[in-house]
């Protein structure tokens, strides 16, 4: 009888056990970790981990805790496909990210086929949202928004100069790029020189003696930190004055850091600074006190976890189809970038782009200043 009752009890526990690790959600955590890009891999994983611990000191979705689980794309598509699939294996419901518009679009086929909801902090190619799918949502703006600020601006401020609109072939960089030049001819301005470099170039002497024979005032780059910071440097040590104007894929302070002097009066387009909402003020310092600074799409990632969140608690229900539904046709949502509301491509209804310019602090450190 005693081994009986023992046995009973011990299968008991076990029941409860499963039941418990069974009912964590996995939301996957989909960014460059490594490589090039990792700067903005570390903003899309700490602000969607420091969210998620938030959501699960308030007691979860539903009364279930979230787990996390990470997938490193190192922003390559092929890579981000099989981060998805990964993703699938582990059971993974929703995923936060990805980063690259290029990882992003092919990433959604795989969690749309497998009934997994993914939010991007940071995927701003229009294609994204564009193909119908249930599943592709948002917390960031499009290229056809940012591109169109980008091209009113150079147009009211530049309306005379000889610009050069340069992108790096990806459907982020290529696709701003064009939008930009799109606005820009709508303006009946055209652009005098227009090309694309390689991701992973590192000299572009070729390139900055096109623009210097061009006379080339202003460039427009489509791309990112990393060969972006490359060309300002460049352009400097070959004593071409240009202004150089990009999208958020430059919103890292690690653009000084390859640029050097030469990034003072660089402009980028972004959203407006999350971080100098009073309303955040508790969140930024406690990113801050850990040592962290949650610059540029830190917050996007933390508001993508709580759009989650607050639709789950909605819908009542952590069913991702249910909850997808519940994003487009419910809301707003409250988050760190104020109040979020889906249309039913799952584009978000956010303030519009605005216009930053990289300035020394007073800690003699430059970063992006909104103006």
Known sequence: MKMSLLSSVAVAAMLVFS?????????GIGAPLTGPN????????????????????????????????????????????????????????????????????????????????????????????ERGLWNTFRTCGRDDQQGGIAGEYIAKHFKNAKIAVIHDKTPYGQGLADETKKTLEGKGIKATLYEGVNVGDKDFSALIAKAKQAGISVLYWGGLHTEGGLIIRQLADQGL??????????????????????????????GPDPRI???????????????????????????????????????????????????????????VLGAIS????????????????????????????QQ
């Open 19 to 27: 039941s418990h690790a069974n009912a964590d959600i996995l939301v």
């Open 38 to 129: 990792a700067a903005f891999g570390a903003q899309i994983q700490k602000g969607a981990e420091a969210a998620i611990a938030d959501i699960n000191a308030a007691g979860g979705l539903n009364g279930e805790k979230i787990k996390i689980v990470l997938g490193d794309d190192a922003s390559d598509a092929k890579q981000g496909v099989s981060v998805a699939n990964k993703f699938v294996a582990d059971g993974v419901k929703f995923v936060i990210g990805h980063f690259n518009s290029g990882v992003s679009i092919p990433a959604s086929e795989v969690y749309s086929e497998n009934g997994i909801v993914e939010i991007t902090p940071a995927a701003t190619n229009p294609v994204f949202t």
């Open 241 to 270: 004055k240009v202004t150089f104007i990009s999208g958020d894929g430059i919103a890292t302070n690690e653009l000084a850091a390859i640029a050097g002097d030469a990034v003072a009066g660089t402009l980028n387009t972004f």
């Open 277 to 335: 909402n009073p309303a955040n003020k508790k969140i930024v310092d406690k990113f801050r006190t850990a040592g962290f600074e949650p610059e540029a799409y830190t917050l996007y990632a933390y508001a993508a976890a709580q759009t989650l969140a607050a639709a789950a608690t909605a819908a009542k229900s952590n069913d991702p189809e249910t909850v997808a539904k519940t994003l487009k046709g419910k809301g707003s949502f409250k988050t």
């Open 342 to 369: 889906f249309d039913n491509k799952g584009d978000p209804k956010l303030p519009g782009y605005v216009m930053y310019e990289w300035k020394k602090g007073k800690n003699g450190a430059y970063t992006y200043v």
